[in-house]
């Protein structure tokens, strides 16, 4: 297990843009696939985007193109550019790699849209 810990977030208006960060403490992590996960209370949690050691991506439908993920390997950090925000994506967003055993995730970051 690593450690993870995310920065950003915050609240924004509906169209605006946010960046997510998440630091991790691992000393293989070009080879982690890294996830963002979100979660509302009383809904499942949903896999939001995934990056592969080859930088290789996969998005949820509901991103319909206004989120990026990105990796620095250098750095060891994995951020996720949100744009063309809406209140539904509202919601506490974690950091998660299932790459290590068991599976590590970070503290979580509350994201806010709102008028």
């Known amino acids: 297990q690593v450690q993870l810990v995310e920065s950003g977030g915050g609240l924004v208006q509906p169209g605006g843009s946010l960046s997510l960060s998440c630091a991790a403490s691992a000393d293989n992590f070009e080879i982690l696939p890294m996830n963002w996960y979100r979660q509302v209370p009383g809904k499942h949690q949903e896999l939001v985007a995934t990056i592969f050691f080859n930088n290789g991506t996969l998005y949820g439908s509901f991103v319909r193109d206004r989120f990026t993920i990105s990796r620095d390997n250098t750095k060891r950090t994995v951020s996720l550019q949100m744009n063309n925000l809406e209140p539904e994506d509202t919601a506490v967003y974690y950091c998660?790699?299932?790459?290590?055993?068991?599976?590590?995730w970070g503290q979580g970051m509350q994201v806010t849209v709102s008028s």
């Open positions: 998660n790699t299932m790459g290590t055993v068991p599976p590590s």
